[in-house]
Nanobody, 114 residues
Framework: VRLVESGGGLVQAGGSLRLSCEVS????????MAWYRQAPEKQRELVAS???????NYADTVKGRFTISRDNAKNTVYLQMDSLKPEDTAVYLC?????????WGQGTQVTVSS
């Protein structure tokens, strides 16, 4: 199973980015999909998750600004990030659950300038 993230970059505060994470390989049993982020010298934190039935969950810090979605036909999960803030700067990582194993992507850098 391979996860490939894309869509990161440098954006000014208030701007938007859309992250994608495409899963390839044995994808028959994809369950939950999620985005995490890790800023320098901080712990990795859950940003948003989406279940196989489409139920979503968000960190309080991104509610109302970020939207997670998935396209099961394309084995892809997305993270639409709007109204970005400098404190959103981090490496964003995709996590996909294929029970009983979870897989991680390599991460994509998001930098928000003030």
């Amino acid at each position: 199973v391979r996860l490939v993230e894309s869509g990161g970059g440098l954006v000014q505060a208030g701007g938007s980015l859309r992250l994608s994470c495409e899963v390839s390989g044995s994808t028959i049993s994809i369950d939950a999909m999620a985005w995490y982020r890790q800023a320098p010298e901080k712990q990795r934190e859950l940003v948003a998750s989406i279940s196989s039935l489409g139920r979503t969950n968000y960190a309080d810090t991104v509610k109302g600004r970020f939207t997670i979605s998935r396209d099961n036909a394309k084995n892809t999960v997305y993270l639409q990030m709007d109204s970005l803030k400098p404190e959103d700067t981090a490496v964003y990582l995709c996590k996909v659950s294929l029970p009983p194993v979870a897989y991680w992507g390599q991460g994509t850098q998001v930098t928000v300038s003030s």
